[in-house]
């Protein structure tokens, strides 16, 4: 999806977004300070990002991504706005009828009347070819 003529290109993004850049098979974190401004628009590069906690309003962080040519002149940019969801899985870790989310037992398991840990049921079938 790059631009005619683009050989380069670099990175923005707000501070609740994580960047890796993979390219000519090894990968860079484009977060950190020491990494270049611009990397190579090689076939095979990826760019990655996310986010590791739930934003606090919808599209409130943003990756922009500039377009070189030869010579380093600016082309053309792209940007995606982005929001984190949350998602948690809670149960009723303690078989008590009340579903908490700090349960203590909710990341181990025991059988039986006096055991703990969730009973989880998944559909896992096709529904519709």
Same mark, same amino acid.
Not at 14 to 40: F, L, M
Not at 96 to 102: F, H, I, L, S, Y
Not at 104 to 119: R, Y
């Given at each position: 999806?790059?631009?005619?003529?683009? +050989?380069?290109?670099? !990175?923005?993004?707000?501070?609740?977004?994580?960047?890796?850049?993979?390219?000519?098979?090894? &990968?860079?974190?484009?977060?950190?300070? &020491?990494?270049?401004?611009? $990397?190579?628009?090689?076939?095979g590069?990826?760019?990655?990002?996310?986010? &590791?906690?739930?934003?606090?309003?919808?599209?409130?962080?943003?990756?922009? !991504?500039?377009?070189?040519?030869?010579?380093?002149?600016? /082309?053309?940019?792209?940007? !995606?706005?982005?929001?984190?969801?949350? /998602? &948690?899985?809670?149960?009723?870790?303690?078989r008590?009828? +009340? !579903?908490?989310?700090?349960n203590?037992?909710?990341?181990? $398991?025991? $059988?039986?009347?006096?055991?703990?840990?969730?009973?989880?049921?998944?559909?896992?079938?096709?529904?519709?070819?």
């Open positions: 999806s790059a631009p005619a003529g683009a +050989v380069a290109f670099g !990175v923005k993004h707000t501070e609740g977004v994580s960047i890796e850049v993979a390219c000519q098979g090894r &990968s860079e974190d484009g977060s950190a300070a &020491s990494s270049p401004t611009r $990397w190579p628009l090689d076939k590069t990826v760019l990655r990002f996310s986010m &590791s906690q739930a934003s606090t309003e919808v599209n409130d962080n943003k990756v922009t !991504v500039s377009f070189y040519a030869e010579g380093g002149q600016p /082309i053309n940019q792209a940007g !995606v706005f982005l929001t984190g969801i949350g /998602i &948690s899985l809670d149960v009723d870790a303690d008590d009828g +009340v !579903v908490e989310n700090n203590p037992n909710k990341a181990s $398991w025991t $059988w039986g009347p006096e055991g703990h840990g969730a009973i989880l049921l998944v559909s896992c079938d096709k529904e519709s070819p």
